[in-house]
Each structure stands twice: as structure tokens, then as C-alpha cells.
């Protein structure tokens, strides 16, 4: 065998070497402009359109390459672009952990009440650092076909209502919407509330209709999205910090040029430190827009003291978290956990 080696080795070895030269070359040169979609579940002036626009500059500036964006609705609801994505008819896609759940159920540890931080210089250190999205997700979406490219934070989520609620007991009854996740169900059960999965196009017809009496969402979309006009009451019990998560499709990052790659992981990385700074100046002006479209509309910051049993229903949904997840969740849990302590003490 060492002889083999020995006489065939170098023999072998030496035109694989040029060969592999060469291709590094090529992979390295730009390649043939192409047009890459992307699909989004917001419209284009959203936090995900914005996100989106920065990230397409990025490549055409960069590129021959061209970016088509899809804003919501174009090409169907949440689960139809991310269907679409896996199926490579889409190179790009924006899907929330809340759509993604059903999927991959990990995914859902971003929906876990009280978890995420409040503190922005901790959100920010968090979702550039964060060992759970770029290592371990990144493998749990390659299961999925899709290459994960970054999580963000979209603003505190508050729940909007027709009537005041400030403990479980008052929110007995209500129909308050949540995306389609198990966990976000599970979640809203242990908050005393009847939750309702519905699409995001059905949210505001739902509302005005009294077929849900309320819903979940971060400040900036309660304004876009005029889910205020259909609410009497916007309240504030700091369970979460939306978050959402843009992927590619795996063949096609798998397969384009190195140039390309490193030109989509370069954009995806500056589009994300841009949005950390810029999502944060949007929930102070959603909250005098509001106020200033409907003045008799009313904002509910519950206390400490109030939040308590809030609290204490975390713990529920956590345990349900678990029980979905089994190992693999515990192990996700245990590594956010860490992450989120290594942004405290950053
Ligand atoms: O609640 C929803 O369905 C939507 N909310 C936001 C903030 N983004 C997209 C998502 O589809």
C-alpha cells in the first residue's frame, strides 16, 4: 500500500492540485449576473422590507447579481413563501420562529415568555453573537433545505384588545390570535386566554369582526398593519421581543460561487447591524402615531406585581417548550441561556 503511494501519490496528486487551483479561481471570479428572489411577510417599508432594501443594495452594488422583493401577500401567506423557498423558487425568504415552529420546533425558544433581553446594547450584543443562531440553527434549517443567514429583533411585542385586561382571569374567554405556533398556543392557555392560529392576512378582518377579541405583535406593526383601528386597548406585559430569521435556499447558496457566498454572508451580516439601530427608533414613534390616529385609544404598562402570574405562566410554556423538543430543545434552551448571559456581561 505505501508503495502505491509512493509511485502513484505524487502522480495523482499533482494534477488534482492544479485542478483544484484552478477551480478556486474560477469560484472566485463574479459570476454570470443573475436575478435572486426574496420574499418577505411584511410590506416593503416593514422592518423586513427595510432589512431587505439594505441587503439587496449590498449585492447590486456589489454584483451584476439582481434582487426581485416580494413583499407580503405578493406571493401568499408565511407558510407559502417558506414552501417556496425550500423548493428553490425562491433564492431568499423572511420567516418568524412563530411560522417556523410547526417546521423546525426550536425554532420556537425565541417565542418563550421572559427570556429574550429588554436592554438594547444586550438584544444587540445577543443576536450578533448569538452561539444558538449561527451555530446550532444553522444546522437545524439545513435539515430544512434552507441556510439560515441571521435573526433580528423586530421591537417588544404588546397585546392589543378590545377590553382592558391586566390579570389571566381578565383575559378568561378572550380569542386573542397568535401565529401558527404550538408553543405561542400553548403559551396564551397558561396566560388564562383562548389562543386562535389564523394567517397574517386575516388578522385585521378577525378583529373588526369580534371573531378574535385581540392579538399579539411588536409596536411598529400594531401601527402598519392599522391593527390599532380595530383595538381599543394596547397593552404592555414585556413577554417578548418579536423576532424573525432570513434564509436562503440551501442548493442555491450551496452551489453559487464563493465570491457569491461571501457576498450574500457580508450582506446579510451589515443588513443585520443596520436594522439592530434602526428597529430600535420605531416603537417610540408607532406609539404617538397611534396616539395620534386614535386619541381615546388606551396603553396598559402592567407592573411588576401584575406581570407576576405572567411569569409564573412562563414556566408552563417553557416545560410544553421541553416537551416538544425533548433533548434537542433542552439543549437549545441551555445554549440561549448562555448566550444571554454572555451578553449581560458582555
Ligand atoms: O403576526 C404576524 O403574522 C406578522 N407579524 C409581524 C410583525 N411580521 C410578519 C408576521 O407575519
Same mark, same amino acid.
Given at each position: ?8 501519490? &505524487?502522480?495523482?496528486?499533482? &494534477?488534482?492540485?492544479? %485542478? ?11 459570476? !454570470? ?37 416580494? &413583499? ?19 433564492? %431568499? ?5 412563530? %411560522? ?30 448569538? !452561539? ?25 411585542? =404588546? ?6 385586561? /391586566? ?9 386573542? /390570535? ?11 392557555? =397558561? %396566560? ?155
Amino acid at each position: 500500500m505505501k508503495k502505491f503511494q509512493q509511485l502513484y501519490f &505524487p502522480k495523482l496528486f499533482v &494534477p488534482f492540485s492544479c %485542478f483544484y487551483l484552478i477551480m478556486q479561481l474560477f469560484i472566485a471570479l463574479p459570476s !454570470k449576473a443573475d436575478t435572486w428572489r426574496y420574499a418577505i411577510e411584511e410590506s416593503i417599508t416593514d422592518i423586513q422590507g427595510v432589512y431587505a432594501s439594505h441587503f439587496k443594495k449590498i449585492i447590486e452594488e456589489n454584483s451584476t447579481h439582481k434582487v426581485l422583493i416580494y &413583499p407580503f401577500g405578493t406571493l401568499g401567506e408565511s407558510t407559502d413563501i417558506l414552501e417556496q423557498a425550500q423548493a428553490g423558487l425562491l433564492q %431568499f425568504v423572511d420567516q418568524s420562529p412563530g %411560522f417556523t415552529g410547526t417546521l423546525i420546533p426550536e425554532a420556537q425558544v425565541f417565542l418563550l415568555p421572559y427570556v429574550l433581553p429588554e436592554k438594547p446594547s444586550e438584544i444587540a450584543y445577543f443576536f450578533k453573537h448569538s !452561539k444558538t443562531i449561527h451555530n446550532t440553527f444553522s444546522k437545524l434549517y439545513a435539515e430544512q433545505d434552507l441556510t439560515l443567514l441571521t435573526m433580528f429583533p423586530e421591537g417588544n411585542v =404588546a397585546i392589543t384588545t378590545r377590553e382592558v385586561f /391586566r390579570s389571566k382571569e381578565d383575559l378568561a374567554g378572550m380569542k386573542i /390570535r397568535v401565529m401558527s405556533s404550538p408553543l405561542l398556543v400553548e403559551t396564551y392557555k =397558561a %396566560f388564562g386566554a383562548v389562543p386562535t392560529p389564523l394567517p397574517t392576512g386575516e388578522i385585521f378582518g378577525a378583529l373588526q369582526t369580534n371573531m378574535i377579541q385581540g392579538q399579539e405583535n411588536p409596536w411598529f406593526y400594531l401601527e402598519s398593519a392599522k391593527l390599532y383601528e380595530v383595538s381599543n386597548v394596547i397593552t404592555e406585559i414585556g413577554h417578548n421581543l418579536y423576532t424573525t430569521a432570513v434564509m436562503a435556499n440551501k442548493k442555491f447558496y450551496q452551489n453559487s460561487s464563493l465570491a457569491d457566498q461571501l457576498l450574500i454572508t457580508r450582506a446579510s451580516k451589515e443588513a443585520t447591524d443596520f436594522i439592530i439601530d434602526y428597529q430600535q427608533e420605531l416603537e417610540v414613534s408607532a406609539k404617538l402615531k397611534i396616539k395620534k390616529s386614535k386619541p381615546n385609544i388606551q396603553y396598559i404598562t402592567l407592573t411588576d406585581a401584575e406581570r407576576e402570574p405572567f411569569r409564573q405562566a412562563a414556566k408552563v410554556a417553557q416545560a410544553k417548550f421541553i416537551d416538544m423538543t425533548g433533548s434537542s430543545g433542552k439543549a437549545v434552551l441551555q445554549q440561549l441561556q448562555k448566550d444571554l448571559n454572555d451578553a449581560k456581561h458582555q
